[in-house]
Nanobody, 129 residues
Framework: QVQVGESGGGLVQAGGSLRLSCVIS????????LGWFRQAAGREREFVAA????????YYSDSVKGRFTISRDNAKNTMYLQMNSLKPEDTAAFSC??????????????????????WGQGTQVTVSS
């Protein structure tokens, strides 16, 4: 059974950067496509970015495209989210998850959080103005 755990959140000023990490364990990590989601207080969970099992394909939400970069190091069983030019509206709890096995990695499947399994506890990112 796959398990995930996020780290790297914190408080940063607008315009600053943070790098989040997501460690995967308990299963064959390299076979899973992975994604990042975020949820701000009082709002629904929002897709941020996703990466295919070998890192060859990525998707980003329009709100983070050009500012965030998703990557993975399969040798370390870890996925990353480099966040630059942070804005106050990026403030949220960020979570990672594994795309359900058997689903294709497409623009139709990756933004839907119902297609993911093994959610972590999340890591809080707070951007001050």
């Amino acid at each position: 059974q796959v398990q995930v755990g996020e780290s790297g959140g914190g408080l940063v000023q607008a315009g600053g950067s943070l790098r989040l990490s997501c460690v995967i364990s308990g299963s064959t990590y390299t076979t899973y496509a992975l994604g990042w989601f975020r949820q701000a207080a009082g709002r629904e969970r929002e897709f941020v970015a996703a990466i295919s099992w070998n890192g060859g394909e990525t998707y980003y939400s329009d709100s983070v495209k050009g500012r965030f970069t998703i990557s993975r190091d399969n040798a370390k069983n870890t996925m990353y989210l480099q966040m630059n030019s942070l804005k106050p509206e990026d403030t949220a709890a960020f979570s990672c998850a594994a795309l359900s096995p058997g689903l294709p990695f497409t623009s139709a499947t990756v933004p839907n959080h119902y297609n993911y399994i093994a959610w972590g506890q999340g890591t809080q990112v707070t951007v001050s103005s």
